[in-house]
Nanobody, 118 residues
Framework: QVQLVESGGGLVQPGGSLRLSCAASGIIFSSYSMGWYRQASGRQRELVAR???????NYADSVKGRFTISRDNAQNTVSLQMNSLKIEDTAVYYCKGRSSTYSALAYWGKGTLVTVSS
């Protein structure tokens, strides 16, 4: 059974930091591209950051220079370090894994809520 479990969300003031983690099980983690997406209330889900199985990364323009995605293949985890948080970063953050071998094979976590508010 495949599971992606996010953690680390919460309430933070503008300018603060949070670190999200996603623990994966039931997949060959090292062969998966991993991503963080977010969905704010009333808006469509959007890509925040992605890291390939080879370690290449890409970011949404809105988070470049503030967020950093990383992966630990030994621990089957992917993390998102979020610095200089803004009110507009408030959203539910989802972890997604997609097979690098079979691109149609993808899994989502249930999400973790990040609220940026003073």
């Amino acid at each position: 059974q495949v599971q992606l479990v996010e953690s680390g969300g919460g309430l933070v003031q503008p300018g603060g930091s949070l670190r999200l983690s996603c623990a994966a099980s039931g997949i060959i983690f090292s062969s998966y591209s991993m991503g963080w997406y977010r969905q704010a209330s009333g808006r469509q889900r959007e890509l925040v950051a992605r890291i390939t199985s080879g370690g290449s990364t890409n970011y949404a323009d809105s988070v470049k220079g503030r967020f950093t995605i990383s992966r630990d293949n030994a621990q089957n985890t992917v993390s998102l370090q979020m610095n200089s948080l803004k009110i507009e970063d408030t959203a539910v953050y989802y972890c997604k894994g997609r097979s690098s071998t079979y691109s149609a094979l993808a899994y989502w976590g249930k999400g973790t809520l990040v609220t940026v508010s003073s």
